[in-house]
């Protein structure tokens, strides 16, 4: 199995900021990357696909950037309702894992 | 609108056999990829089953041989069998549908979720 690796695996941030977040894989997936936000108590809601498109309805402030092992998940100014757990999944194989998680705290 | 909505969680022993299902709609079920994702309390996400829109299925290793996705087309409904539970089965279960491609997918819409605790 290709192992999704995230870093860090907390942090903490104030409204306004830039952050973060990086995956790395274990081999090459070429852009087969997808990110999530999961808040408590919710279902995981789809943020980026293939890397680096931004999934309807998702603000522009999310981004997302990559290719091949090393891909990273930058919110730009950071707000309230953005505080939550983000995860990485590799779509390049049908037996597709997850990342461990970031946990997106308030400052 | 896409709406997933699961069923048939509950407390199992360990040994046993739960059925849960997944009510789709706004979309065709047959004609799309179908998944389960479970979610450990506290813990993070891992990938369980796929069911491809020719009927191929796939299950992670954790749970291969103990585990049956299914749907039924008719009822726009997916399944996940599950037998010989263990505690570490213990989770909140989720249906997503596939998204994007048969290359380069995502998991694009998932429902409430349903837990799973298997305890004596």
């Known amino acids: 199995d290709i192992q999704m690796t995230q870093s860090p695996s907390s942090l903490s941030a104030s409204v306004g900021d830039r952050v973060t977040i990086t995956c790395r894989a274990s081999q090459s997936i070429s852009s087969y990357l997808n990110w999530y936000q999961q808040k408590p108590g919710k279902a995981p809601k789809l943020l980026i696909y293939?890397?680096?498109s931004l999934q309807s309805g998702v603000p522009s402030r999310f981004s997302g950037s990559g290719s091949g092992t090393d891909f990273t998940l930058t919110i730009n100014s950071l707000q309230p309702e953005d505080f939550a757990t983000y995860y990485c999944q590799q779509s390049y194989n049908t037996r597709s894992t997850f990342g461990q998680g970031t946990r997106l705290e308030i400052k | 609108e896409v709406q997933l909505v699961e069923s048939g969680g509950g407390l199992i022993q360990p040994g046993g056999s739960l059925r849960l299902s997944c009510a789709a709609s706004g979309f065709t079920v047959s004609r799309n990829y179908m998944s389960w994702v479970r979610q450990a309390p506290g813990k993070g996400l891992e990938w369980v089953s796929v069911?491809?829109?020719?009927?191929?299925?796939y299950y992670a290793d954790s749970v291969k041989g103990r585990f049956t996705i299914s749907r039924d087309n008719s009822k726009s409904t997916l399944y996940l069998h599950i037998n010989s539970l263990r505690a570490e089965d213990t989770a909140v279960y989720y249906c997503?549908?596939?998204?994007?491609?048969?290359?380069?997918?995502?998991?694009?819409?998932w429902g409430q979720g349903t837990l799973v605790t298997v305890s004596s």
């Open positions: 997503v549908k596939v998204g994007g491609g048969p290359i380069n997918w995502n998991f694009d819409y």
């Open positions: 069911i491809y829109s020719d009927g191929s299925t």
């Open positions: 293939a890397a680096s």
